[in-house]
């Protein structure tokens, strides 16, 4: 959606302070923690943008909450997996030889959002070691959640997803997104028996040099998350919320993920 469509559907600009209520309308409140999915575009005219729903949900958890966003980096990842759009196979030793590699400092995420983009770029947001599947966070459980990340199983139990997943209460809200985007859901296929393992890999910097490194993960494949969730929501309810205008839902993580894990057994 334009800027030109959000400023004519709206009645007024959604500031700081009127984002702070719409997000505490919606079960968001001090020392939560939460994972944060966005599409800006489907909100209405928001004053200041992404910076000013970044300041909200801060300013409503406060430093005793934590807030948390994945900034994944799919381009870095090996290109005969690449589907929009593929690549002609003869540029494939190329891109594996000179992509520049991971730097959680400089490597921009892709295809997360310009709130997610924005959240990376702040001084205080620390991210991830992963070279595909890295988070951001800040907050009280910053440090925790993010540490121990291993290039194995990125999404699992040793995941910022999987760290979340420990803290009883975590949230999930989807801003202007639905479960196609729920990153959470690819730690149900961790912890589902019927998801297969396939072997993956990345360029790393070892000893000063760049390597390759092979691995174990399972078979990620949001295909199916859009139908976990209309199941979910079938047994716990209507999820949907408006927040700014955007279609939204809000979640407690660890009851859809035991949900979406036990739907994928099954």
Not at 110 to 134: C, Q, W
Not at 164 to 186: C, R
Request: charged share 25%; aromatic share 10%.
């Amino acid at each position: 959606m334009s800027e030109k469509a959000s400023i004519h559907r709206s009645t007024m600009p959604y500031t700081v302070t009127r984002l702070q209520a719409e997000f505490a309308a919606v079960g968001i409140e001090k020392g939560d923690s939460i994972i944060f999915h966005a599409s800006l575009s489907q909100a209405g005219w928001v004053c200041g943008g992404a910076i000013a729903v970044i300041d909200a949900l801060q300013s409503l958890l406060t430093e005793e909450g934590t807030l948390v966003m994945p900034a994944q980096t799919a381009g870095l990842s090996d290109p005969k997996d690449w589907e929009n759009p593929p690549v002609p196979e003869e540029w494939w030793d190329t891109i594996q030889a000179e992509t520049p590699v991971y730097d959680k400092d400089r490597t921009p995420s892709a295809n997360m959002g310009v709130i997610a983009e924005t959240f990376r770029a702040l001084k205080d947001v620390k991210r991830s070691e992963h070279p595909y599947y890295s988070f951001t966070a800040w907050g009280k459980h910053a440090d925790w959640i993010l540490e121990g990340q291993t290039l194995e199983h990125g999404f699992g139990k040793n995941s910022p997803l999987g760290k979340l997943y420990e803290i009883e209460a975590s949230k999930i809200i989807l801003f202007g997104v639905d479960n196609d985007k729920n990153t959470s859901l690819h730690l149900a296929e961790e912890l589902s028996s019927k998801i297969p393992l396939k072997t993956a890999n990345a360029a790393v910097i070892e000893n000063g040099k760049r390597v390759r490194k092979y691995y174990q993960e399972k078979a990620y494949d949001s295909d199916q998350f859009i139908k976990v969730g209309e199941a979910y929501e079938k047994t716990h309810g209507d999820h949907k919320q408006t927040i700014a205008l955007a279609p939204s839902k809000v979640y407690k993580m660890k009851e859809i993920v035991d949900f979406a894990a036990s739907y994928f057994d099954r």
